[in-house]
């Protein structure tokens, strides 16, 4: 079985199809979905889609570009993590590609997460675009590596994500890993041990090959996991294995009574 460890159900496009986003998960065996919070007001209904289905999870926090939203202090991110079916603080972290200027705002941003992930001892969804050097400095001094968590998305260096690793994370890869030029990202899956990687999707964006182009959705990450298979020259029910026992081992989720 496959499981989605980062997508965005709530999102509009992807929720007006949930019923039959869920049962297309099902036909490619993608047992469960962690829907992520990125922004305070549509945390409600991110937290409602884990609520109403047994086989999705949520996690609370507001994305690094998120410019204009009031900005959220640890000790809220923390009560609203208060919940059995919130398992991670995020998706947070830095990204200096899409915005300009003083980024203090963003890194103190980061570090109140951080500081919630502490407080609710529960694991960290991490974002870093353009922004490896301070991501990684600051999850070091706010002490990251005593909750750990996923580096999300991964585009960076293998030095960066071994660094990540002995921080206590785990690495994620998308459907860029499937792209063609995606060289550098392909050896890094080839090269990571495999007890640290996850998969995901980060639906609606980024669909794998043979979708690339059109919207994604949780099903497609069997694609992604497909590719690791590939490059690995691995089983792909090992890559299955592997990466599900991951995911609950990172968020903590006891296998007994959830459905798969």
């Not at 999870?57 to 809220?76: K, L, R």
């Not at 969804?125 to 050097?133: E, F, V």
């Not at 298979?229 to 691995?234: E, F, I, N, V």
Request: with cysteine; glycine share 4%.
């Amino acid at each position: 079985m496959f499981i989605d460890s980062h997508c965005h159900l709530d999102f509009p496009d992807l929720a007006k199809d949930l019923d039959q986003l869920l049962v297309n998960m099902q036909k490619n065996q993608v047992t469960h979905a962690l829907c992520v919070g990125v922004n305070l007001p549509d945390f409600p209904r991110v937290r409602a889609l884990a609520e109403t289905h047994h086989n999705l999870f949520a996690s609370v926090g507001v994305h690094p570009d998120y410019e204009d939203e009031i900005e959220p202090q640890a000790h809220e991110l923390a009560k609203l993590a208060h919940h059995p079916k919130v398992i991670a603080i995020g998706e947070t972290g830095l990204d200096y590609f899409r915005l300009q200027g003083d980024m203090e705002w963003q890194r103190e941003r980061f570090r109140q997460h951080i500081r919630a992930a502490l407080e609710v001892n529960k694991p960290l969804i991490i974002h870093t675009r353009s922004a490896a050097a301070d991501t990684l400095r600051i999850m070091r001094e706010e002490g990251a590596s005593q909750v750990g968590g996923v580096m999300h998305c991964f585009t960076e260096t293998r030095e960066v994500a071994e660094q990540a690793i002995a921080m206590n994370f785990y690495i994620s890869f998308s459907g860029i890993v499937t792209f063609k030029n995606a060289v550098a990202l392909k050896e890094v899956a080839k090269s990571i041990q495999l007890d640290r990687m996850l998969i995901e999707t980060d639906s609606p964006y980024l669909a794998p090959v043979p979708f690339r182009g059109k919207q994604n959705q949780p099903a497609f990450v069997r694609h992604v996991a497909e590719e690791i298979a590939r490059l690995r020259a691995a089983e792909l029910n090992d890559i299955a294995i592997a990466t599900t026992n991951n995911f609950f081992n990172l968020f903590k989720i006891p296998r007994n009574g959830l459905s798969t």
